[in-house]
């Protein structure tokens, strides 16, 4: 009898030791907020990644600003970009998952033009998609350089968009060709900086741009992220330093969604709406945006460790919208 009760102990310890793996690959199912029922095993929405299959790199993007070419005319510095639609490219947004990307220069976002209020800004914008398409930037320009009632046509059309720099902050720019929903949720959008003339004080920028993807048509998101690529920076956390000012121009594009959101673990940032005021308006955790509502976040950790943040919309963290920011301590000199 003691035996028995011996052997039995020892399987049920070794139960616990070695669970019964068999349902690790069961598919599980989410019902999505309009009801769309999703079965997964997990490999789609928490998928692990490689440089390999990523196409559009995250990282990069992250702390990648373009000035333009730059020169003076009569004392006004002048700055020139180009910017080319397309629309053509499938892309594999997360492992496994390929979809038609629309790109302004190749990637979604496009490029981080930034400026210094003041500032002569002249954007060459070449149409090499298959449909028409234009750049409608937020921020100060005559209305002729819209991007609305200008429409360019598609296989080589081409626009020169030129204003001054203006206000100090942080806007969105996308296409504005109907229907609207389409161009922008295939990729069609990108960041604009404009720096006060009086900098910032110095700080680790980056950029996220709060975005998402419906792949499957239903006008219903399948995935989200920050800057594009789902759960990215939860595999590949944002390193930054203990101590030193961090500052994130964040913009919220995302498409068919009413809100979305940005909490900070562990902290909590100055915030400053649409980066156009010079003191902030809340010191929070936690801001809610509307589609094409941005600003500027600031904050410094004191300790080391590991910080997420991530969508408190909690659908969205889980489909994707979720980071890590790894908090390293000061290189000694
Ligand atoms: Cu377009």
Known sequence: MLFAIAVTAVLASLYFVYPISS????????VTHTGGVIKTSGDVLDPLYTAQTVEIDPDKYLREFNYGRTSSV??????????????????????????NVWTFNGTVPGPTIRATEGDWVKVKFINMGSKT???HFHGFHAAEMDGVFEPVGPGGGQFMYEFEAGPAGVHPYHCHVMPLEEHISHGLYGVYIVDPK????????????????????????????????????????IQIKKGELVRIYVVNILEFDQINNFHLHGNLYHYYPTGTYSVPSAFTDMITLSQG???????????????MFHAHKTEFAEKGWTGLFLVQDEVLQ
């Open 23 to 30: 349902d690790a690959k069961e598919e599980k199912t989410f």
């Open 74 to 99: 009569d004392g006004k510095t002048v700055r020139e970009y180009t910017i080319i639609a397309e629309d053509d490219k499938v892309m594999e947004i997360s492992p496994g998952v390929f979809y």
């Open 133 to 135: 398409h234009t750049i």
């Open 198 to 237: 009086e900098p910032r004080p110095q700080a680790d920028e980056m950029v996220m741009v709060l975005n998402g993807f419906d792949t499957d048509f239903d006008a219903e998101n399948n995935f989200y992220g920050a800057n594009t690529i789902p759960f990215y920076y939860q595999h590949h956390p």
């Open 293 to 307: 509502e941005r600003g500027i976040m600031e904050f410094t950790y004191d300790t080391p460790g590991k910080f």
